[in-house]
T-cell receptor, first 117, second 115 residues
Framework: GAVVSQHPSRVICKSGTSVKIECRSL??????MFWYRQFPKKSLMLMAT?????????EQGVEKDKFLINHASLTLSTLTVTSAHPEDSSFYIC?????????????FGPGTRLTVL | AQSVSQHNHHVILSEAASLELGCNYS??????LFWYVQYPGQHLQLLLK??????LVKGIKGFEAEFIKSKFSFNLRKPSVQWSDTAEYFC?????????????FGTGTRLLVSP
């Protein structure tokens, strides 16, 4: 149980285009999902917290107009990187928290590697 | 600044050697603590967690960790590593001052176990 999927696993795009990444909780409901960015040889950095039916909460320094997050249902959150540039190339990971979890245990997706040419 | 520190960035061990990976955090107050593992090409998986109670927690695959509140530490241990333990290990803290809403990760320790 508690499986989280991401799609696509890899994407290569041209500079200036937008890319959408999906995060799904496959066998549980998640009122809260999280989006992280992982740089090479670095830790996971939280970008934003996505709550079902409401606006995402972005971490300091993360451009909300650049990284659009939508959490339309209890099993799906999407991250759209708008007008992507080479510096946006990274590994993006989502996680989901169980709906009725009394503690913040998160289940992670496999990640999406974005390469912007 | 509040942070999570993992002192060892790279660790190389032979099979059957004992392992201890350090994790320290600088958050005051109550915290929940986690160790995650990322095997090559795979997603993050939970190894073990601490919320309260016995400060020595046991996780999957023979791993354990000890919470020492006075030292703000949560070190990961395994008495005898295997080649299959080769992976990257992340310590994570869930601080009360974020309403327990966020996980803050350490920089990770890359473990290589030689057969």
């Amino acid at each position: 149980g508690a499986v989280v999927s991401q799609h696509p696993s890899r994407v290569i795009c041209k500079s200036g285009t937008s890319v959408k990444i999906e995060c799904r909780s496959l066998d549980f409901q998640a009122t809260t999902m999280f989006w992280y960015r992982q740089f090479p040889k670095k830790s996971l950095m939280l970008m934003a917290t996505s709550n079902e039916g409401s606006k995402a909460t972005y971490e300091q320094g993360v451009e909300k107009d650049k990284f659009l997050i939508n959490h339309a249902s209890l099993t799906l959150s999407t991250l759209t990187v708008t007008s992507a540039h080479p510096e946006d190339s990274s590994f993006y990971i989502c996680s989901a928290r169980l709906r009725d979890s009394s503690y913040n245990e998160q289940f992670f997706g496999p990640g999406t590697r974005l390469t912007v040419l | 600044a509040q942070s999570v520190s993992q002192h060892n960035h790279h660790v190389i061990l032979s099979e059957a050697a004992s392992l201890e990976l350090g994790c320290n955090y600088s958050y005051g107050g109550t915290v929940n603590l986690f160790w995650y593992v990322q095997y090559p090409g795979q997603h993050l998986q939970l190894l073990l967690k601490y919320f309260s109670g016995d400060p020595l927690v046991k996780g999957i695959k023979g791993f354990e960790a000890e919470f020492i509140k006075s030292k703000f530490s949560f070190n990961l241990r395994k008495p005898s590593v295997q080649w299959s333990d080769t992976a990257e290990y992340f310590c994570a803290v869930n601080p009360m001052n974020t309403g327990f809403q966020k996980l803050v990760f350490g920089t990770g320790t890359r473990l290589l176990v030689s057969p």
